[in-house]
Nanobody, 126 residues
Framework: QVQLVESGGGLVEAGGSLRLSCRVS????????MAWFRQAPGKEREFVVS????????DYADSVKGRFTFSKDSTKNTMYLQMNNLKSEDTATYYC???????????????????WGQGTHVTVSS
């Protein structure tokens, strides 16, 4: 069974940085679209970033563009979200997600992704 496990969340001051990790087991990362979403209290789940199956097309939400960076390490079967210049509005639970179908684009809708991590909490203080 495919499993995704996030880690790296915590408390950070505004303007600081944090790196989230998502380790995938049961299947290779290669060949599948991946994404990060987040959900703050009282708000809908929000798109953060997605990558297509090849990793060559990356789509960032406007709210994080220029501050967040997606990457992955195929040798560790892990994807990362580097978050810089954090703001209080970045406070949320962050979820990684993966497509179950190979060779597809990443999209901004959560419906596209069949595998999800348990979430990791990020709190940005001001």
């Amino acid at each position: 069974q495919v499993q995704l496990v996030e880690s790296g969340g915590g408390l950070v001051e505004a303007g600081g940085s944090l790196r989230l990790s998502c380790r995938v087991s049961g299947r290779t990362l290669n060949g599948y679209a991946m994404a990060w979403f987040r959900q703050a209290p009282g708000k809908e789940r929000e798109f953060v970033v997605s990558v297509n199956w090849s990793g060559e097309k990356i789509d960032y939400a406007d709210s994080v563009k220029g501050r967040f960076t997606f990457s992955k390490d195929s040798t560790k079967n892990t994807m990362y979200l580097q978050m810089n210049n954090l703001k209080s509005e970045d406070t949320a639970t962050y979820y990684c997600a993966a497509d179950s179908r190979a060779f597809r684009d990443g999209v901004r809708g959560s419906y596209w992704y069949d595998y999800w991590g348990q979430g990791t909490h990020v709190t940005v203080s001001s």
